[in-house]
């Protein structure tokens, strides 16, 4: 026996005996029936809308029990709204007058909370026709319209969303074709305005060759076939211009299985397509400049190589002319063949030079690493640079660097680097000036500096000086001596033996060139 049943004082259906055709027979199936229902309300009504009968499923929704209700106004349940504006007894007169009147909307709990609910009111009538009251079916919608709502939300949600995204072009066509529905990104990719484009073919994004050789359709065909299509190509905007898109075409179902659409998502990637252009550019010409700059070292270290012959021919025979092997010379002839001699001199050391920084950059050169003690290698530069100092009348010292005090190096390239940097100083010092060369042990290496007082380096120049044929303030052309390789050459090979080459400078006071050597 339901809890409603109990509370109406009803017979309990204990006895199994009793069918269903005895309760018929006496009439109380149907009632039974009614009163036990849950998931519905029904009740009836007298003629003027008092509530004359209640159930379980009306106990339910509107949480008023049989005793509190039975012969209250059935206006009870409705909004005070609605009731004020006369609603509960329009629907009355419309059941009356139609046979039954349906209605959906808020209805109100003895708790005052509102319910959404389906409701149908049925005229009940005599054998003669004469009313006599209503019956009342209302059913509980909250749930489902809640449902509803919250599925409208996330659409509105997910459409505004859809809308808002600005990166992507995000639109509908229907199985045609037709454009349906445009976003914000389309709009700025392709320069269309929803109102302009929705509604059209969306062939429109196609080039007419394209359109000619069928490609819409294809996509079309195929997203249907597969379920999607994803495609990579150009897209026309409305000005005609041309992007270069990603495009993802999915078929749309509705929940029943059956195609209603697509949707497509383009991505604008002209940006990306040039920079993958420009990438692709740029590692060719890096491949090809590597090509040519060890074509064009390879190019000089042989014919350096091969001018350097001649020179020294040329040389000898003016050694041998200069001896008077050919009788004694005039004053002036003398003077000529030491002109030649000094030009002579002069391109074998601008060739050396080339020769070798062309070998070094070729990766021609080999390194004979080993401990070297630096004392050895002071005393053998040192007295070669000194005449040069003394003509110059530049003080040149050196200090003596301990005998434990060992390096890494290859002896001749390091000899060759210490040369280098002492013949720059007595170039770059102006007469009276000084030039000391010295060295300390730190950190595990050793430092060795060469300093001059002469006339500096700009700071601008700092950074480049190293670099081949950067000679400052003068330009390649210039018949000044030099060729602007001795340090670009002095510092790959110190690299090439892990040391490590810089400069310090104040432009008018002079410049300390360090090398870094690893300890033997
Ligand atoms: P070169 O001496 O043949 O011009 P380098 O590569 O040896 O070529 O030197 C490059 C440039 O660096 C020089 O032309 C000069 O301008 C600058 N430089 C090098 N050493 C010194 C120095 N001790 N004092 C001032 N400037 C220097």
Redesign the pocket.
């Known amino acids: 026996m339901s809890a409603f049943e109990e509370e109406q004082g009803q017979t309990p259906l204990s006895d199994p005996s009793r069918t269903l055709e005895t309760l018929e027979k006496r009439g109380d199936l149907y009632r039974l029936l009614v009163s036990n229902i849950r998931d519905y309300a029904i009740f009836a009504l007298d003629r003027t809308g008092r509530i004359a009968t209640w159930n379980a499923g009306a106990q339910r929704f509107k949480g008023y029990r049989a005793n509190e209700i039975i012969g209250k106004h059935f206006s009870v349940f409705y909004p005070p709204e609605e009731s004020a504006a006369g609603k509960p007894q329009f629907e009355l007169v419309e059941a009356e007058r139609t046979g039954s009147f349906e209605d959906e909307g808020w209805r109100v709990r003895k708790d005052g909370s509102r319910f959404w609910a389906n409701v149908v009111i049925t005229a009940l009538r005599d054998q003669s026709g004469t009313l006599i009251g209503f019956a009342k079916v209302t059913r509980d919608l909250t749930e489902r319209r809640q449902n509803e709502e919250r599925l409208k939300l996330s659409e509105e949600k997910f459409r505004l969303l859809i809308e808002a995204v600005r990166d992507y072009g995000i639109f509908m066509l229907d199985l045609d074709g037709r454009i349906a529905s445009w976003n914000e990104g389309a709009a700025r990719m392709v320069g269309h305005s929803a109102e302009e484009i929705v509604g059209r073919h969306f062939s429109i994004l196609y080039s007419p060759e394209e359109i000619a050789a069928g490609k819409p359709e294809t996509e079309l065909e195929e997203a249907s076939r597969l379920g999607r299509f994803e495609d990579e190509g150009w897209r026309r905007r409305k000005d005609g211009s041309q992007f270069w898109a990603n495009v993802i075409l999915t078929t749309i179902h509705d929940a029943k299985g059956v195609p209603i659409g697509f949707a497509k998502i383009t991505r604008d990637l002209t940006e990306r397509k040039a920079a993958d252009a420009r990438a692709l550019r740029d590692a060719k010409l890096i491949a090809q400049t590597e090509a040519a700059s060890v074509a064009k070292s390879e190019f000089l270290a042989a014919m350096s190589h091969e001018l350097r012959t001649p020179l020294n021919a040329i040389g000898g025979y003016v050694d041998l002319l200069g001896l008077g092997v050919r009788g004694p010379l005039t004053e002036e002839q003398r003077e000529y063949l030491d002109r030649i001699r000094r030009s002579q001199k002069h391109l074998l050391a601008i060739i050396s030079?080339l020769l070798n920084f062309s070998r070094i950059e070729a990766g021609q050169i080999s390194y004979d690493i080993k401990p070297v003690v630096l004392r050895e290698v002071f005393e053998i530069v040192a007295p070669m640079i000194l005449p040069q100092a003394v003509s110059k009348s530049v003080d040149f010292q050196w200090q003596k660097p301990a005998d434990d005090l060992v390096v890494r190096a290859d002896r001749s390239r390091l000899e060759q680097i210490l040369l280098?940097?002492l013949?720059?100083?007595v170039?770059?010092?102006e007469l009276g000036g000084k030039i000391r060369m010295t060295s300390s042990p730190t950190n595990g290496q050793v430092r060795v500096e060469?300093a001059?007082t002469?006339?500096?380096?700009p700071a601008e120049?700092l950074s480049t000086?190293?670099d081949?044929?950067?000679?400052?303030?003068?330009s390649l052309t210039s018949s000044?001596?030099?060729?602007?390789?001795?340090?670009?050459?002095?510092r790959d090979l110190a690299t090439a033996m892990d040391a490590d080459l810089s400069?310090e400078?104040v432009p008018g006071k002079?410049?300390t060139?360090i090398l870094l050597l690893p300890r033997g």
Not at 454 to 457: D, K, S, Y
């Open positions: 030079d280098n940097l013949t720059n100083a170039k770059f010092t060469v001059d002469g006339i500096g380096i120049s000086i190293f081949p044929f950067v000679q400052v303030g003068r000044v001596e030099g060729t602007g390789l001795g340090l670009a050459i002095s400069v400078s002079g410049s060139f």
